[in-house]
């Protein structure tokens, strides 16, 4: 992840470009159970593969802000009593 993560922060806006373009376009197809080429062609512009990829990675890199992995189970018993 930290690799691919310096693909998306390198200064060579090629190198950017290419990476955000591959993660944002693999994410837009893999989000629906049927694949929507309109959805796909919209993250793979240029602008919203560039700003997509890189807050999700973001994410990634810095363990989505939790405290631990296992944070969301331990919690759990926060949000017992919500109906779902």
């Known amino acids: 992840m ?3 993560y310096r693909r998306l922060t ?6 950017r ?3 955000a373009r591959a993660w944002s376009i693999w994410e837009g197809t893999t989000s629906k159970l049927f694949v929507d080429p309109d959805y796909v062609a919209h ?13 999700e990675a973001h994410y990634f890199v810095h363990g ?3 405290r631990s992995e ?3 189970l331990d919690d759990a ?4 009593h919500l109906p779902a």
């Not at 993250?43 to 807050?55: K, T």
Request: proline share 3%.
């Open 2 to 4: 930290s690799a691919y």
């Open 10 to 15: 390198s200064d060579d806006p090629a190198v």
């Open 17 to 19: 470009g290419e990476a």
């Open 43 to 55: 993250f793979g512009g240029d602008a919203f593969a560039d700003a997509f990829a890189r807050i």
């Open 64 to 66: 989505a802000f939790l």
């Open 70 to 72: 296992t944070q969301l």
């Open 77 to 80: 018993s926060k949000i017992a």
